[in-house]
């Protein structure tokens, strides 16, 4: 297996090939005077090639397009999409919108895909070739677990949608999850608290699969040090944070924020490299 890290995944790739224990191919990517994107897969490709490239933008779509092609003379060819942008446009809400998630994985030419929490699995049904989902949020359970900082830690979901993913980071870890659930207390009142636990005086890590502007976290840290818990910390799958989302979590008074790397930022610091790495190697 040769590992091909598009422009968006260089470190993940980097890691991915590194746990694989196989050769990592150096790219080279540019950009045209008229903003058109070239890309030049710089080594041997070989016979069988994996390409990581996340798709948070635009252009790191066309990468991606672009490195497909580049591996047309592989026998085999697996595309790692570690963070799939346009997923959480899963369904046609109104007449005459396209099915975004399903655009995009019909361009997908490869024998298979992985991708990592996606936001949605019925995406998966869309991409012409065998597609897996790989879950990554027991790494996060891990990391809560195995440092200090955090004391009596309870995990807990924005919502009711991603209390599936606060139970698999806690489970088989000995640790407390709950959902935050809007409660309306009269015609225009509405109080939003853990559904069953107390977090009085617990430090707490809110759990969701993407935080994007920041703004569901942004609020739910200040419901929840309203509440009295102890230290508020966020973590997230995929680290959209777009605009300002970092600097909204922190005037929330969010302790830190907690992320893989399936999008690279500076908060990236649980590597989802090990699960990739396995299920590649099982293919
Ligand atoms: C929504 O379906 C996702 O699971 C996240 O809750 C959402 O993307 C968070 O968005 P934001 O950070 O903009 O509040």
């Known amino acids: 297996?040769?590992?091909?890290?598009?422009?968006?995944?260089?470190?993940?790739?980097?890691?991915?090939?590194?746990?694989?224990?196989?050769?990592?191919?150096v790219c080279e990517f540019k950009t045209f005077p008229d903003n058109e994107m070239y890309i030049r897969i710089l080594d041997d490709i070989g016979p069988e090639a994996v390409i990581v490239?996340?798709?948070?933008?635009?252009?790191?779509?066309?990468?991606?397009?672009?490195?497909?092609?580049?591996?047309?003379?592989a026998k085999r060819t697996h595309v790692v999409i570690p963070y799939m942008g346009y997923a959480r446009?899963?369904?046609?809400?109104?007449?005459?919108?396209?099915?975004?998630?399903?655009?995009?994985?019909?361009?997908?030419?490869?024998?298979?895909?992985?991708?990592v929490n996606i936001h949605e699995n019925s995406v998966l049904d869309h991409f012409k070739c065998n597609a897996i989902n790989i879950n990554a949020a027991p790494l996060i359970g891990?990391?809560?677990?195995?440092?200090?900082?955090?004391?009596?830690?309870?995990?807990?979901?924005?919502?009711?949608?991603?209390?599936e993913l606060a139970a698999s980071a806690a489970e088989e870890l000995g640790i407390d999850y709950d959902?935050?659930?809007?409660?309306?207390?009269?015609?225009d009142t509405v109080k939003v608290k853990p559904k069953n636990l107390d977090v009085r005086d617990r430090d707490v890590v809110i759990l969701d699969d993407i935080v994007s502007t920041g703004g569901t976290m942004a609020e739910a840290v200040r419901?929840?040090?309203?509440?009295?818990?102890?230290?508020?910390?966020?973590?997230?799958?995929?680290?959209?944070?777009?605009?300002?989302?970092?600097?909204k979590m922190y005037q929330s008074g969010v302790m830190?924020?907690?992320?893989?790397?399936?999008?690279?930022?500076?908060?990236?610091?649980?590597?989802?490299?090990?699960?990739?790495?396995q299920t590649l190697s099982e293919l």
């Open 53 to 73: 490239q996340s798709t948070a933008t635009d252009s790191d779509f066309m990468a991606l397009l672009q490195l497909i092609d580049a591996c047309s003379t």
């Open 142 to 163: 891990q990391y809560i677990r195995d440092i200090d900082q955090f004391h009596q830690p309870v995990i807990l979901a924005p919502d009711q949608g991603a209390k």
């Open 179 to 187: 959902y935050l659930e809007k409660k309306r207390l009269s015609g």
């Open 223 to 247: 419901l929840l040090r309203e509440q009295g818990a102890a230290d508020v910390y966020v973590a997230c799958i995929h680290p959209v944070l777009a605009g300002s989302a970092i600097l």
């Open 89 to 115: 446009q899963d369904k046609i809400f109104k007449k005459g919108e396209a099915l975004s998630a399903r655009a995009i994985a019909r361009t997908i030419e490869a024998d298979n895909v992985i991708t």
């Open 1 to 25: 297996m040769k590992v091909i890290g598009g422009p968006s995944s260089q470190l993940l790739a980097s890691r991915v090939a590194s746990a694989l224990g196989c050769e990592l191919a």
């Open 256 to 277: 830190d924020v907690i992320t893989t790397d399936t999008i690279e930022k500076a908060v990236s610091r649980i590597s989802v490299a090990p699960l990739l790495a």
